[in-house]
């Protein structure tokens, strides 16, 4: 079965600095990406994904994961953080080869913005 | 709005109640899950249902039963709650195989065992 590790637990930054969020999984043949983000009690939404063909991907408000077969990460980044990026980011896989039909999280990175 | 509907938001329990947990979706999806999700823990699969008909285990199903009433409907039941299950529940809706695809979550439920 699959796992996804998010290193990080907790990530603070200040505003306008870049931001790195680590996340690797567990070695398959192949594998579906995703990022997910989480706004104070809010449910999750759906950031960005890999599911084939061009290895970084990009959300639309400024992030992008490059998808990294050797290294088995998704590592997802932002070259500028606003206050209102501060959110929890799940990374999560599935793995379509197995026929289990449902997303493996990992623990979960909050990102704290500072002014 | 399209979407999951999860009810209640909140709930307190006490020890050995029993409740279920709703939740319903209008986007005609075929697959529904339940997750629940703890500090440092990340999301933990429930159970889910590929199709209407199915359902099946997922990580930590102990303590927990489903039902999938129809395509739209797939609730969670504490038969008979316990401390332990104080968490946030989410449910979430894919398209058939739409594990590959993403999910939709709705806003969850809060559910404290005292």
């Known amino acids: 079965a699959q796992s996804v590790t998010q290193l990080d637990s907790q990530v603070p930054v200040f505003e306008e600095a870049p931001v790195e969020l680590r996340c690797n999984y567990s070695?398959?043949?192949?594998?579906?990406l995703f990022w997910y983000v989480q706004y104070p009690n809010q449910g999750l939404q759906l950031l960005l994904k890999?599911?084939?063909?061009?290895?970084l991907v990009e959300s639309i408000n400024g992030f992008e994961a490059e998808f990294n077969k050797s290294q088995t990460s998704f590592h997802l980044r932002k070259p500028s953080v606003h206050i209102s990026d501060t959110a929890e980011y799940f990374c999560a896989v599935s793995d379509p080869d197995t026929g289990r039909r449902a997303l493996t999280f990992g623990s979960g990175t909050r990102l704290q913005v500072q002014p | 709005n399209a979407g999951v509907t999860q009810t209640p938001k909140f709930q307190v329990l006490k020890t050995g109640q029993s409740m279920t947990l709703q939740c319903a979706q209008d986007?005609?999806?075929?697959?529904m899950y339940w997750y629940r999700q703890d500090p440092g823990m990340g999301l933990r699969l429930i159970y889910y249902?590929?199709?209407?008909?199915?359902?099946d285990k997922g990580e930590v199903p102990n303590g927990y039963n489903v039902s999938r009433l129809n395509k739209r409907e797939f609730s969670l039941r504490l038969e008979s709650a316990a401390p332990s299950q104080t968490s946030v529940y989410f449910c979430a809706s894919s398209e058939q195989g739409g594990a590959n695809y993403g999910y939709t979550f709705g806003s969850g439920t809060r559910l404290t065992v005292v």
């Open positions: 890999y599911l084939s063909g061009s290895t």
């Open positions: 249902s590929a199709s209407e008909g199915t359902t």
């Open positions: 070695s398959s043949v192949s594998v579906y």
């Open positions: 986007m005609n999806h075929n697959s």
